[in-house]
Nanobody
Framework: QVQLVESAGGLVQAGGSLRLSCAVS????????MGWFRQAPGKEREFVAA????????YYADSVKGRFTISRDNAINTLYLQMNNLKPEDMAVYYC????????????????WGQGTQVIVSS
C-alpha cells in the first residue's frame, strides 16, 4: 500500500507562485511514475503534469506548460509541483498520484491518490 500526502495549498494572487509537495510512503517511491491532477468546482479532474520514476522525463498539459514544473526527490520520497505565474483558472483542488510504471502513464493508469489540496488564485 502506498500513501500520498499533499502539502497545504494556499491563497495566492494572480501572477504569483506556489510550490506543492507530496510525501509518499509505503513501497519504494522510485518504483512509481508520479503525476499531478486538479479539479476545479463543477469540472472533471484533469491532468496537469507527470514525471517518470527516474525524473528524466516530464510531461505537461498545454495549459500549464512553461509555467509549472514537476520534479521529484527520490532520496526523500517527495514529489513537487512548482507553479509560477498563476492564473485564476488554475484555482482547483490539486491531487498527486502514483502509477506502477516507469515511464509517463496515461491518465487512467494511476493506482494511488492523495487527498487533495486547495489552491486559490485571486485576481
Amino acid at each position: 500500500q502506498v500513501q500520498l500526502v499533499e502539502s497545504a495549498g494556499g491563497l495566492v494572487q494572480a501572477g504569483g507562485s506556489l510550490r506543492l509537495s507530496c510525501a509518499v510512503s509505503g513501497r519504494p517511491f522510485s518504483s512509481y511514475a508520479m503525476g499531478w491532477f486538479r479539479q476545479a468546482p463543477g469540472k472533471e479532474r484533469e491532468f496537469v503534469a507527470a514525471i517518470s520514476w527516474t525524473g528524466r522525463t516530464t510531461y505537461y498539459a498545454d495549459s500549464v506548460k512553461g509555467r509549472f514544473t514537476i520534479s521529484r526527490d527520490n532520496a526523500i520520497n517527495t514529489l513537487y509541483l512548482q507553479m509560477n505565474n498563476l492564473k485564476p483558472e488554475d484555482m482547483a483542488v490539486y491531487y498527486c498520484a502514483a502509477a506502477s510504471t516507469a515511464g509517463i502513464p496515461g491518465s487512467g493508469k494511476y493506482d494511488y491518490w492523495g487527498q487533495g489540496t486547495q489552491v486559490i488564485v485571486s485576481s
